[in-house]
């Protein structure tokens, strides 16, 4: 029997904010502020959730999982659409219990294969995890040479990143080594990675965001020396920053003209916080 795939990615890809031709379902997570909860971006967008925190700052967001029955639901109607399988690619289960969700959900629901695929990142990283599934996908390539090719993505991905403070991070259990951050230390603008375990770690102490955000680059820089890589930035709506990491980037390599830019969406703001920003790559080989 041929199969029928379909692709799902959940909220934290940041899909909704990039043009594509592919037919991915979202797995959309909630966004809390104060006693309202909204669907992430279908309820709240990233320039309405940024203007919110920016115009009230006593507002601290929090965020919750998609529920579960929303999976289920995703899944049956995929699999009413004629899908016999379905791959659903998932922000790190080391940030998120969306992909263990996910797997209980595929389990119930009979008659199509659910196929959960862990990122280990976040954005526009795991985004292109889903848009090069839903290519191969529709160029009728099978499940398992499609997840091959996922691991590949994978294992050839960075990001670095800065936030304007550590409070969002830590309060919401987002910082895998948050221990020595506690207190006073919530003042350092700290560099900050996604492991290859998929966790959010720091690198680097560092005591102002400009000289943290210089960092990013210079990290950036070091890793893809010799590389052919597509960069990346992501950002809580600080385009001014996004600037200037985009002309100290092309002035330093002339063959980075096209950088990818888009916004963190609020289930991701709501972690790194207003301002936070972060430079990525993917290996071209990869992609």
Known sequence: MNETIGVVACTNACLDYIEHPYDIRILRSRVHLGDESFIDYEELTAKEFYTRLSDDKTLFPKTSQPPIGEMIETFKTLK???????IVVTISSNMSGIYSTAIAA?????GVNVHV???KTVAYAQASMALK???MAKAEKPVKEIMSALDIIRDKNHIVFA???????????????????LGSMLKIKPLLHVSSE????????????KKAVNRVI?????????????????HAQNEETRDYIIARLQA???????????????AVGAHGGPGAIGLGYIEKSAL
């Open 218 to 234: 210079e990290s950036f820089l070091e890793d893809t020396k010799d590389l052919d890589v597509l960069p990346y930035i992501v």
């Open 198 to 209: 998929g966790k959010v770690e720091n690198i680097e102490k560092i005591r102002t965001f």
């Open 80 to 86: 009413g659409e004629g899908k016999t399988d379905i």
């Open 106 to 110: 595929g389990k119930q629901v009979e």
């Open 163 to 181: 936030v304007n403070t550590l409070t969002y991070l830590v309060k919401n259990g987002r910082l895998s080594n948050a221990q020595g951050f």
């Open 117 to 119: 695929f862990d990122s």
């Open 133 to 135: 599934a839903s290519k």
């Open 252 to 266: 330093e390599d002339a063959s980075l003209e096209h950088v990818i830019d888009i916004p963190l969406t609020p």
